[in-house]
C-alpha cells in the first residue's frame, strides 16, 4: 500500500521568499509521485510528477520538486513567492502501473503581503 | 474545449433523501474517480471505474453508489445510508497506464445537508 504525510497543515510565507511544502511518501513498489494544486471551491490542477525519470522535476508557475529515495521524500519548492501562490497543495502517490492515486491532507499556504 | 462538468455546483439535501451527483467527461478518458474532501483530511477515493461497466470501492464507499454505462459518465448517488453527507465532492478522470496518474479534475460538487 502506498501513503504520503505532508508536514505542516499551514504554511506561511513572505512574498518574494522560499516556498518549501514538504511530503514523504511510503511504498512497496517505485512510486510515482504528484504534486496537485486547489485553488478555493475549485478542483485539482496538476503542478508536477515523478515517474521514474529525472529526479528534479520542474512544473507550472515555477514550481520544482526532488525525488530523494534515501529520504523518501519528494518537496515542493519555489524560489519566490507570489500572492497568486496561495492556494492549498497535495501530494500524492501511486504505485507504478497502478492508477489509482493516494493524496496526501493537503498544506494551507499563505503569502503574506 | 476537453474537460469534465460536474453538476451541480451547490446541492442541497435533506436528511432521508437520495441525491445524484452528475459527471460528466469529453476527454476520451478510461478511468474515471470520485473523491471526497473534507477539511484537514485531504481527499479520500469513494468509487472508480477503469472500464464501462465496471467500478471498484474505494476506501470509504459506505452509504455510496456509483453507475459507467458510458465512459463519457460516471454519477454519483448519495444514499439516506450516508451518515455525514455534507462535504466537497470531486470528480476525476485519467487515461489508464498513459496518463501514469495525471487526473484531470472537475471543479466540484458542494452538498449540505439540511
Known amino acids: 500500500a502506498q501513503s504520503v504525510t505532508q508536514l505542516g497543515s499551514h504554511v506561511s510565507v513572505s512574498e518574494g521568499a522560499l516556498v518549501l511544502l514538504r511530503c514523504n511518501y511510503s511504498s512497496s513498489v517505485p512510486p510515482y509521485l504528484f504534486w496537485y494544486v486547489q485553488y478555493p471551491n475549485q478542483g485539482l490542477q496538476l503542478l508536477l510528477k515523478?515517474?521514474?525519470?529525472?529526479?528534479l522535476v520542474k512544473g507550472i508557475n515555477g514550481f520544482e520538486a526532488e525525488f530523494k529515495k534515501s529520504e523518501t521524500s519528494f518537496h515542493l519548492t519555489k524560489p519566490s513567492a507570489h500572492m497568486s501562490d496561495a492556494a492549498e497543495y497535495f501530494c500524492a502517490v501511486s504505485a507504478f502501473g497502478n492508477e489509482k492515486l493516494t493524496f496526501g491532507t493537503g498544506t494551507r499556504l499563505t503569502i503574506i503581503p | 474545449d476537453g474537460g469534465i462538468t460536474q453538476s451541480p455546483k451547490y446541492l442541497f439535501r435533506k436528511e432521508g433523501q437520495n441525491v445524484t451527483l452528475s459527471c460528466e467527461q469529453n476527454l476520451n478518458h478510461d478511468a474515471m474517480y470520485w473523491y471526497r474532501q473534507d477539511p484537514g483530511q485531504g481527499l479520500r477515493l469513494i468509487y472508480y471505474s477503469q472500464i464501462v461497466n465496471d467500478f471498484q470501492k474505494g476506501d470509504i464507499a459506505e452509504g455510496y453508489s456509483v453507475s459507467r454505462e458510458k465512459k463519457e459518465s460516471f454519477p454519483l448517488t448519495v444514499t439516506s445510508a450516508q451518515k455525514n453527507p455534507t462535504a466537497f465532492y470531486l470528480c476525476?478522470?485519467?487515461?489508464?497506464?498513459?496518463?501514469?496518474?495525471?487526473?484531470?479534475f472537475g471543479s466540484g460538487t458542494r452538498l449540505t445537508v439540511v
Open positions: 476525476a478522470s485519467s487515461q489508464n497506464q498513459l496518463g501514469k496518474g495525471s487526473y484531470t
Open positions: 515523478y515517474t521514474s525519470a529525472a529526479t
